[in-house]
């Protein structure tokens, strides 16, 4: 089963630190499997590091996938 | 039962990989079933796979169906 | 009690298809009962399933109805 | 202690289709209490009913509230 | 511990009313950690009260913030 | 393993203010993570600080971080 989408394949990692980095990896991961070519990602990539209104959608995007990743890993509690 | 919306008709699969494949293709049945000309979507998704705004409309859609997704399957825990 | 929100009045489907169904018919409901007038219903459904930004928002609805109903039916598990 | 957000001071509700209009009845309360006025609330009320966009972020307001009420009322699955 | 940002650093409050109530008011908080200068936090208020589109994204981080405080106070099911 | 997505990588805090100020912080640091620049950063800021509708968006992250730090602290209900 390849791990194009979700690097080794799983939700669980140790911290709260690399979940938060899992996040954020599998947002752009969609990005790419949406829009495959990378010249236009990176092109994309300038516009919305750079606009307010969107780098504010990526921190959502952020906040919804680690509350899915933080969920799984029962929330590092232990 | 038809399986138009959701292939297999079934949200239970083995990885998460294979979770986050769903939720993509989910997704995209809803494009479908909202808008059915195939030709429409295409140009429509010529606009939002180069849109960076829309690009991250299209992560969150993928998060929020990716959390149910991963909550139907314990989150591959085991 | 009336169902004009919600078909049947319940929850409960046996399928993550018909689960699926629900949420996009829950979600023209509430179109419906926000704008009674069938004839600005029909041209707002032109525009918005033409439009490839407003087309993501109904898959943004459709997924956070459809959260709703798979949690209601433990996710069709067994 | 007043009920002017939650009508009636509870989230239990008989049925969906109860859960439902209380959904859009609590939604209406937080835009009564963010614009006191009115006649403006009526001028919003027309731009937003025949605004494409807007309707679909009336939906997504509604499936977020329906989705607390329904757990609430533990998705009247009895 | 200063409560600025959580009146009474709590999110048990007796009655789902006051829990909206909460919402509403813990929202308002960000905005002011957010945005300390009162006179652009008025002028700003002034504007989003009077716009449909930015009145209904009030109503969505209210439903946002409300679902969490239901949750915290088990919906006040008894 | 750094913390530079989440402060002392942990989710668990004493109190919801301290739940809330953690939101805040998780936010700012991707909008670091995704636009190192801080000059270009403290630019953005000074645009979404001052924009309603970026101000709300700001909301709605914060709301749904906390949503997730919340339910990892039990919703500090003891």
Known sequence: MSSDL?????LIV???EEGRALAMKMAR???K???PDAAIREDLREI???NAGMLLQTC???ATEFATIAAANNYWRN
């Open 6 to 10: 979700i690097p080794s394949n799983s």
């Open 14 to 16: 140790p911290t709260p």
């Open 29 to 31: 991961l969609i990005v």
């Open 33 to 35: 499997a949406t829009q």
């Open 48 to 50: 919305y590091s750079q």
């Open 60 to 62: 959502q995007i952020v």
